[in-house]
């Protein structure tokens, strides 16, 4: 009696239900760790997609004073290069908008009507010609003419195009030529912009 008490057998029903539990917890959180990796890099794919097109890429800390601040006047409108029939183009809009002058500041710009804008959140971007106008260009490209073909006969010479983007209710992106020339797309125009003024110099601190 005193031997069974002094090497006792070994109670394995708990341990092996205690090791199983284990084993099984440590399966189910590599499944989960490999599920979020593939869930990760699947959701990366589309970002990393759009990089390699090079239509949109974010400048952060850009101030909208480097080239677009100042004040403007519309000086011309043509047809947008998708028009390809007749009653596309919003005339009466053309008659009001061109000649008029638009004010583009830190906290508002200000213009007619629905360039005027009183909560501007801007971000300067650059795009390639085939992200200019949303994608316009890029949707019109084919084997015959690319989109930076159609980019450079409108005027852009740089690659890639610094652009405004007001974030107000128009949505309007103001595409840079230089730093005196801007061009914006509106209901299948396109309008022109001179400058008429430059944006009042920083003050020193």
Not at 117 to 130: G, L
Not at 156 to 171: H, M, N, Q
């Amino acid at each position: 009696m005193q031997a069974l008490f002094e090497n006792p057998k070994p109670q394995r029903g708990p341990a092996l239900a205690i090791a199983l539990f284990a084993a099984l917890c440590t399966s189910a959180t590599v499944g989960a760790q490999s599920a979020a990796a593939g869930t990760g890099e699947a959701s990366a794919a589309p970002a990393e997609a759009g990089a390699r097109r090079g239509t949109m890429n974010i400048q952060p800390g850009i101030d909208t004073t480097d080239r677009f601040s100042g004040g403007w006047k519309i000086a011309t409108s043509e047809a947008a290069p998708w028009v390809d029939k007749p009653g596309m183009i919003e005339e009466s809009e053309v008659k009001r908008l061109v000649g008029a002058n638009v004010e583009i500041s830190k906290k508002r710009i200000d213009g007619p009507a629905p360039l005027a804008c009183r909560m501007p959140h801007y971000e300067v971007k650059r795009y390639s010609a085939e992200g200019l106008f949303e994608g316009g260009l890029g949707e019109i490209a084919d084997a015959k003419i690319s989109a930076d073909q159609i980019a450079t006969k409108l005027g852009f010479k740089a690659r890639p195009i610094p652009s405004l983007v007001t974030g107000c209710e128009a949505e309007i992106e103001y595409h840079a030529i230089d730093n005196d020339h801007l061009i914006f797309a509106l209901n299948n125009s396109l309008y022109r912009l001179t400058r008429t003024r430059a944006a009042p110099a920083a003050s020193k601190p």
